[in-house]
């Protein structure tokens, strides 16, 4: 009875462990909510930012809308509204640029400003003020930075990274690195103990974890934003391929009517780094199994791909941010071969094809509700030739 009641300790300690692993993202398109509606939005410290598009050289130079903020002003989570979502063990992931290094510059501050310690920039170094210096890294002036912050409350190591390399590590012994009794965390904001250590810059992206997020997956968050991968959640919707027949269609009239075809749609639908969004290929939940209803879509492109013989075209696939981000990653790949090996069942040449996956880093509408979080559930269609 004793090992009994013992495994069904262990087995709910593992599950409460797995379900905890939260993330939050602010990603500053007009808004300083949380993308998923479920954590507090952020609260402007001194004078309100305001929000501008720039062009981001990590993202390929693409277009986003981000928070600019004046000198000594910033943002601050209120960790108590969240219900203490970040504890002793955390990892803070934030992509934004200083116009001033030139001395101390607070990135993140636990203390609500009562203490000189904490996260900064110094002469192009990473610094935990004044536990641990990191090596030259490459944040320069006025120039957007992968800056990642993380803490194991059972080892209380943390660490500091920078495009995805560590550059920071110590043993935070005495909680430097753990939001106080004041139960807020502030960013960019100066300590009322050193004044003068506070640049205005511009801030396109924050991620929160209640975990602590392993090296590899840093990396492969700075290299995602290096392919330009990330995007605004706030981005026009390309255009949409709609189903040849209504659903109210009887079978009969349908089998005499010829499908719509690709021919019929604006030129520039057709044009030559055109993204059309495939929105009526659908998939059964979690696999890469076409469903039938897919059938009228997927002739239509094939229909596109016969009447323009030398078109060459990358097929993407998206998901939404439910689930293990490395699942929704390889699901959406297998989601693009799936449709690839349609095509060439039908006769189209492999090499005209070519395919990536992007799992859930390219959203087009909010995750927060079903109903816009399906939208981003997606293939879509690039012409790279015609």
Not at 81 to 106: C, M, P, Q, V
Not at 241 to 269: C, D, G, H, Q, W
């Amino acid at each position: 009875m004793r090992c009994f009641l013992f495994l069904l300790v262990a087995i709910w300690a593992f599950v409460s462990g797995v379900q905890a692993q939260r993330m939050g993202v602010y990603r500053f398109d007009t808004t300083l909510e949380e993308e998923s509606g479920k954590l507090p939005a952020f609260k402007p410290l001194g004078q309100p930012g305001t929000y501008q598009e720039e062009k981001l050289p990590e993202l390929k130079n693409a277009k986003r809308t981000v928070y600019a903020f004046e000198k000594n002003c910033g943002l601050q989570f209120d960790n108590r509204a969240a219900n203490g979502f970040l504890g002793g063990s955390y990892t803070i992931e934030i992509y934004f640029r200083f116009l001033a290094l030139d001395s101390w510059k607070r990135v993140i501050d636990f203390k609500n400003r009562k203490s000189d310690n904490g996260c900064y920039v110094y002469e192009g170094k990473l610094n935990f003020y004044n536990f641990a210096m990191g090596t030259k890294a490459p944040v320069n002036p006025n120039e957007y930075t992968h800056y990642v912050v993380s803490r194991d409350a059972k080892t209380q190591q943390l660490k500091m990274y920078v495009d995805g390399e560590s550059k920071v590590q110590f043993t935070d012994k005495f909680d430097q690195g753990v939001i106080d009794d004041d139960g807020v965390l502030n960013f960019f904001f100066d300590d009322l103990i050193v004044k003068e250590e506070a640049s205005e810059g511009a801030v396109a992206m924050i991620k929160i974890y209640d975990y602590v997020v392993d090296p590899a997956t840093i990396k492969r968050g700075f290299l995602l934003l290096n392919e330009g991968i990330t995007k605004s959640i706030a981005v026009k919707t390309p255009p949409v391929i709609t189903p040849a027949l209504p659903a109210a269609t009887p079978p009969v009239a349908a089998a005499t009517e010829k499908p719509k075809s690709y021919t019929n749609f604006e030129e520039k639908a057709v044009a030559i780094g055109a993204s059309i969004v495939l929105n009526n290929i659908r998939f059964v939940q979690s696999k890469a199994e076409l469903l039938p209803e897919s059938d009228a879509e997927l002739n239509h492109l094939w229909e596109f791909m016969r009447e323009h013989p030398t078109a060459e075209i990358e097929l993407q696939g998206h998901t939404d941010n439910q689930g293990d981000f490395d699942l929704n990653l390889a699901l959406s790949k297998q989601r693009v071969e799936a449709v690839k090996a349609f095509l060439v069942s039908k006769g189209v040449a492999a090499q005209r094809i070519s395919g990536r996956g992007f799992g859930s880093t390219r959203p087009i509408a909010n995750n927060n509700r079903e109903e816009t979080r399906r939208l981003n559930r997606r293939v879509e269609l690039v012409i790279k030739k015609i």
